[in-house]
């Protein structure tokens, strides 16, 4: 299967060598072909370039892009996407002056959420999932990480896991198949039934959960909520420990609310990413600068929660790898929508646009270890694309805030 776009008003993202992470200045550089053509063969991006070098391509199927912009997908490096029911009535809560630690504190929170799934079968959690899955990826989403989290026993856990695991083998609805990394977030929260027993719940996931994926092959990733009332640090380091001997890497959520020095561990652990970064020292700025470990911003979640945001442009200053991600969940993000993130980025955060974009494609698909195949136009990687009409410059996707300005999602070189 061979399609050729030609008269592409702007191919966006446009990298020969797609696969460095981007800090610093380069953040600021969003290389594009102007009338540019786009060559996919097999689901891969096979050869681009301007119109002006064109030469006719053995392509099944042409397709005229006068007036389009086309661009890598979205890639989403942290979601919840699997979880049974909302709250509402916490967002009303809120509304009404309670904090969302306040909320947690009480049992609602994450236990609300691990209470009302246990209640589904797998099929019902699957099918539920598979119709966010559907709505993120025509919204632009073309590569999403998923974590567990909501089960909080060993058979919510892994029914979470093997329901990621499903919709990693069959797609979407209409059977597009974007990449899915999972992560197992068994220390999201410590259950009812341990309130008083960490110890015995933390033996629990080392010793029961952790065993049970490492045979079924349910994850690619470890992940521990770091904050007070949840995990210490000392708590994600034996956890994140545990993890690496079943070859999961680690990708964690951290000072969401406090600095308790979980992002030097992290990183000194070899963790992928750390992420929501909303309240920073300057230690955790050291400890980030120039490492490996990417930093993900979570804008929707600060959003939503009327909290304050993480400070990105002085991570990218200090020369730190930044990402950014929805954390679709149905506490504290109801929304997995990456075309909102990119305009709270840019308003909030006050991210340039190209800023906001290298981070949503390039450092997102570092952040779940996939440069290699996706997050920009090279050759090579898997035609994941975003087509955008009736738009003047990228600038117009968080402009239009609240709107989703994509024309068309192609999928392995496929519109869906
Ligand atoms: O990433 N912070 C921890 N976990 C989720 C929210 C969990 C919930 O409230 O259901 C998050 O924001
Ligand atoms: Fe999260």
């Not at 899915?180 to 959960?209: Q, S, V, W």
């Not at 420990?241 to 979980?262: D, I, R």
Request: hydrophobic fraction near 40%; charge should be negative.
């Amino acid at each position: 299967m061979s399609t050729l776009f030609t008269n592409i008003k702007e191919l966006i993202q446009v990298r020969e060598h797609g696969k460095d992470l981007l800090r610093g200045k380069q953040m600021d550089e969003l290389p594009s072909i102007k009338n540019a053509f786009l060559w996919i063969e097999d689901g891969l991006i096979k050869d681009y370039g301007s119109m002006d070098e064109f030469h006719p391509h053995p392509a099944e199927e042409v397709y005229d892009c006068t007036g389009k912009i086309i661009t890598p997908g979205y890639v989403d490096s942290h979601t919840h996407l699997v979880f049974a029911g909302t709250r509402e009535k916490e967002f009303e809560d809120r509304i009404h002056g309670l904090t969302y630690e306040e909320i947690a504190v009480r049992g609602g929170g994450i236990l609300n959420s691990a209470a009302a799934l246990g209640k589904m079968t797998e099929d019902e959690l699957f099918e539920q999932a598979r119709l966010r899955l559907d709505e993120v990826v025509a919204q632009g989403t073309t590569a999403i990480e998923i974590k567990s989290g909501y089960g909080l026993s060993v058979e919510s856990e892994l029914k979470i896991l093997r329901v990621v695991s499903r919709l990693r083998e069959s797609g979407t609805t209409t059977h597009h198949i974007i990449p899915i990394k999972r992560t197992f977030l068994g220390a999201h929260a410590f259950p009812e039934k341990y309130k008083n027993d960490r110890e015995g719940y933390i033996k629990l996931i080392i010793h029961e959960m952790l065993p049970k994926i490492g045979e079924e092959k349910l994850a690619d990733y470890i992940d521990v909520f770091c904050e007070t009332n949840y995990f210490t640090v000392d708590e994600m380091l034996r956890i994140i420990e545990a993890g690496s001997a079943y070859g999961l890497k680690a990708k964690v959520h951290v000072n969401q609310f406090t600095s308790l020095g979980a992002i030097d561990a992290a990183v000194k652990a070899g963790a992928v990413s750390v992420d929501h970064l909303e309240v920073m020292e300057s230690t955790d700025f050291m400890a980030l600068s120039k490492a490996k470990t990417i930093a993900t911003a979570l804008p929707s979640c600060s959003f939503f929660l009327g909290l304050d945001y993480a400070p990105v442009n002085e991570m990218i200053d200090r020369d730190i790898a930044v990402s950014l991600a929805s954390d679709y969940n149905p506490g504290s993000t109801p929304s997995g929508n990456l075309n909102f993130v990119f305009s709270l980025a840019c308003i909030k955060m006050k991210m340039t646009p190209q800023r906001a974009f290298n981070a949503l494609t390039v450092n997102a698909a570092h952040a779940l270890e996939m440069q290699d195949e996706l997050g920009s136009i090279t050759k090579g990687k898997r035609a994941n694309l975003l087509i955008f009409k009736n738009i003047e410059s990228i600038a117009a996707v968080p402009y239009n805030f609240g709107q989703v300005v994509i024309d068309q999602v192609v999928i392995d070189g496929v519109f869906i």
